[in-house]
């Protein structure tokens, strides 16, 4: 299994949403999405219009966990949708594919991937790339593991940690100040 990480500095995340902006709103949105909701692609890919459209929560079933999940869309992806959804059907899928059907995992990975090639980031990145984002941001912000373990339905704080990457980062930070 590969192993992605989180895209952990700002000014690479401005790169992404400025070459996919150019791309086309569509990819921007999904980008934007991933790295401000912490869902996965799954769920993310599971949105229909009237999930968005003019409001201001989303709520699901996880796909992979059956469970309940609501949270309030914020000010940034607020505009976003509703230009993005402006004389849409409500029961069509928010994220289409070229070929007028739900996007598949493998075409955003393909446009994640991309976009970060062009940002010139060479980490280990995937469609779980935005929901590690999202975690690592959040937790830097507001240096609250238990909320993130609750939003990510985690088991520990610990997995929570070390799925966000900052274990590793405590670990590195930790060798770098250590000389004998």
């Given at each position: 299994?590969?192993?992605?990480?989180?895209?952990?500095?700002?000014?690479?995340?401005?790169?992404?949403?400025?070459?996919?902006?150019?791309?086309?709103?569509?990819?921007?949105?999904?980008?934007?999405?991933?790295?401000?909701?912490?869902?996965?692609?799954?769920?993310?890919?599971?949105?229909?219009?009237?999930?968005?459209?003019?409001?201001?929560?989303?709520?699901?079933?996880?796909?992979?966990?059956?469970?309940?999940?609501?949270?309030?869309?914020?000010?940034?992806?607020?505009?976003?949708?509703?230009?993005?959804?402006?004389?849409?059907?409500?029961?069509?899928?928010?994220?289409?594919?070229?070929?007028?059907?739900?996007m598949e995992r493998t075409q955003c990975y393909r446009i994640i991937n991309e976009a970060c090639r062009k940002a010139g980031i060479n980490c280990k990145v995937g469609t779980h790339t935005l929901r590690k984002t999202f975690g690592y941001h959040h937790y830097q912000k507001?240096?609250?593991?238990?909320?993130?373990?609750?939003?990510?339905?985690?088991?520990?704080?610990?997995?929570?940690?070390?799925?966000?990457?900052?274990?590793?980062?405590?670990?590195?930070?930790?060798?770098?100040?250590?000389?004998?």
């Amino acid at each position: 299994m590969n192993i992605v990480e989180p895209i952990r500095k700002k000014r690479e995340l401005k790169k992404i949403e400025n070459i996919l902006r150019k791309q086309n709103l569509r990819d921007l949105v999904l980008f934007t999405v991933g790295t401000n909701c912490g869902l996965r692609i799954s769920d993310i890919l599971s949105l229909n219009v009237k999930d968005v459209q003019g409001k201001d929560y989303i709520s699901i079933i996880e796909k992979k966990t059956g469970k309940y999940k609501r949270f309030p869309i914020n000010s940034k992806l607020k505009p976003m949708f509703a230009k993005f959804t402006q004389n849409r059907d409500a029961d069509e899928p928010l994220f289409i594919s070229v070929f007028h059907n739900r996007m598949e995992r493998t075409q955003c990975y393909r446009i994640i991937n991309e976009a970060c090639r062009k940002a010139g980031i060479n980490c280990k990145v995937g469609t779980h790339t935005l929901r590690k984002t999202f975690g690592y941001h959040h937790y830097q912000k507001f240096k609250d593991v238990a909320v993130l373990q609750k939003i990510f339905n985690h088991s520990s704080p610990q997995v929570t940690l070390r799925y966000i990457g900052i274990d590793q980062d405590m670990i590195d930070k930790s060798y770098n100040n250590f000389i004998l």
